[in-house]
């Protein structure tokens, strides 16, 4: 199973959209990869130095992400980089677990 850390610019007028889409349950229904993204989605930091979203996603498309940028990423965020392809989640989500949560940090367009 590869992990991918992720850094994308989000769309900040588009995060509401995203953010309805959560939490009525759309973004977890899409098959095969759903309840991965929303999960690493749910749970990504906001980097206020850099204004990027920062996150660890699980994913098996080559390219990676290929999938999940067609049907939800490339409509909410652009500079979409896969930092590193193969990362332990643990450790990847230890390294921005000091950043503010992504929907914590945008509260008024999310």
Same mark, same amino acid.
């Given at each position: 199973?590869?992990?991918?850390?992720?850094?994308?610019?989000?769309?900040? #007028?588009?995060?509401?959209?995203?953010? !309805?889409?959560?939490?009525?349950?759309? /973004?977890?229904?899409?098959?095969?990869?759903?309840?991965?993204?929303?999960?690493?989605?749910?749970?990504?930091?906001? #980097?206020? !130095?850099?204004?990027?979203?920062?996150?660890?996603?699980?994913?098996?498309?080559?390219?990676?992400?290929?999938?999940?940028?067609?049907?939800?990423? #490339? #409509?909410?965020? !652009?500079? /979409? !980089? =896969? =930092?590193?392809?193969? /990362?332990?989640?643990?450790?990847?989500?230890?390294? /921005?677990d000091d950043l503010p949560g992504l929907w914590e940090?945008?509260?008024?367009?999310?």
């Open positions: 199973m590869a992990k991918r850390f992720v850094q994308a610019r989000p769309k900040r #007028d588009r995060l509401s959209d995203l953010r !309805t889409r959560l939490e009525s349950g759309e /973004i977890e229904a899409l098959e095969p990869f759903g309840r991965a993204m929303a999960k690493a989605l749910e749970n990504a930091r906001f #980097d206020s !130095t850099s204004g990027e979203a920062v996150w660890v996603e699980e994913d098996y498309c080559s390219p990676p992400l290929a999938m999940e940028r067609v049907e939800v990423l #490339d #409509d909410y965020f !652009t500079d /979409i !980089t =896969v =930092v590193e392809e193969d /990362i332990d989640e643990a450790a990847g989500w230890r390294r /921005i940090q945008l509260p008024e367009q999310a």
